[in-house]
């Protein structure tokens, strides 16, 4: 099978190298968790969200070597009809092939069969694990993926204890993680409750807030009712399911890494709009 080519080197132009390295300069990763099985990041272009992300595979890289990692990606387009896993070959990234781990992926569709589908076409189109890979190669360049599309279901977090489950009993060193970008913010996006300036600003990131206490706290069958309600996440599923699967997995909870968002990263006038962006470990 030949490898899946990137479609959205536009999020991450350039030399991916020399950014990661930029990314975690100086960065220090926490003391807890101090076995991480599982983390949250975004999925935005670099320039916005690379650095929240990095500090999170950082994390993940230092705290667990995995060899492994279980990739639940947030779903932007129509492809998926179902949770959607690509099983065999790799993905290219600009750092060199990403192997995908053929022996737990069919594994998980063994064990899941009624909850996951083999379907690599689900993930043509699609950037929210694409952008993500680099940061494995760079950190980790032998582990290996297992990239499962998350469109959200109202039997996510289902999925994701299923997962977890799963993967304590394989036996590997593997780590779960889930993209989500949290509020997208403004006219282009239809949402502005709150209205422009300081105070809208402000309930935006409290909104992004009731997101994150969610899933650091593993209150994972809340989390697509909250986004339905608030708009706070664009991909609950991937959420919902790996806040689920950190927590068969043996997490107490979640340790926030980093939060910011586009405004914070490249102001301009007065806010009218932006994107929340959090990186978790578990």
């Known amino acids: 099978m030949s490898a899946r080519k990137p479609c959205a080197r536009q999020f991450y132009p350039g030399d991916c190298r020399s950014q990661i390295e930029e990314f975690l300069k100086g960065y220090e990763i926490p003391e807890e968790p101090v076995r991480a099985v599982a983390g949250i990041v975004p999925h935005a272009g670099w320039i916005f969200s690379g650095a929240v992300a990095a500090k999170v595979f950082k994390c993940l890289s230092t705290a667990s070597a995995p060899d492994t990692f279980v990739m639940l990606g947030a779903v932007h387009t129509w492809r998926p009809r179902g949770n959607s896993l690509y099983a065999r070959g790799s993905w290219e990234t600009p750092l060199g092939e990403v192997k995908i781990d053929e022996e737990v992926a069919a594994q998980l569709l063994h064990l899941l069969s009624e909850d996951i589908i083999e379907d690599p076409l689900a993930h043509e189109g ?127 909870k979640g340790h926030l890494v980093e939060y910011t968002t586009s405004y914070d990263v490249m102001p301009e006038g007065e806010f009218q709009m932006a994107v929340g962006y959090a990186g978790i470990v578990f």
Do not use: W
Not at 152 to 169: D, F, Q, R
């Open 126 to 252: 699609e950037h929210s694990i694409e952008v993500q890979l680099p940061f494995i190669k760079y950190l980790r360049p032998d582990a290996k993926i297992v990239p499962v599309a998350m469109p959200p279901h109202e039997n996510s977090h289902m999925t994701g204890k299923k997962i977890g489950e799963a993967l304590s009993v394989i036996g590997k060193r593997i780590v779960i993680v889930g993209t989500t970008d949290l509020t997208h913010y403004g006219d282009a996006y239809g949402f502005t409750p709150y209205g422009y300036g300081n105070e809208a600003k402000k309930l935006m990131v409290e909104n992004d807030r009731r997101m994150i206490e969610l899933a650091l706290s593993l209150k994972s069958r809340d989390i697509l009712k909250e986004a339905e309600r608030n708009r706070n996440a664009c991909g609950p599923g991937a959420l919902a399911a790996t806040v689920s699967a950190a927590r068969a997995m043996g997490a107490k």
